[in-house]
Nanobody
């Protein structure tokens, strides 16, 4: 059974940093993709970032380029989203999703973790 679990959200001041983690399990693919999405109250879900593990290709939304970095952890099947220079508009519930390599289709979604950027 495919499963992903997020962790690492919280409250941070503007300009601060947080690192989110996504632990994926239940698959037998050699390669996979993990995407991060976010949804703020009253707004549509936004794709934030994605990584394909076959070649470590990454994708970033324009709104987070230069501030967020997605990368593989040393531990197997864990992906981190390092978020720096956080802004109040980054406040949202962040969820990760697991799919086949290539960041196209996703088959398992996490419950989400709240990130609040506020002074």
């Amino acid at each position: 059974q495919l499963q992903v679990v997020e962790s690492g959200g919280g409250l941070v001041q503007p300009g601060g940093s947080l690192r989110l983690s996504c632990a994926a399990s239940g698959f037998t693919w050699q390669y996979y993709a993990i995407a991060w999405f976010r949804q703020a109250p009253g707004k549509e879900r936004e794709a934030v970032s994605c990584i394909s593990t076959s070649n470590n290709d990454t994708y970033y939304a324009d709104s987070v380029k230069g501030r967020f970095t997605v990368h593989r952890a040393n531990a197997k099947n864990i992906i981190h989203l390092q978020m720096n220079s956080l802004k109040p508009e980054d406040t949202a519930v962040y969820s990760c999703a697991l799919g086949r390599d290539g960041c196209v289709n996703f088959y398992s979604w996490g419950q989400g973790t709240q990130v609040t950027v506020s002074s």
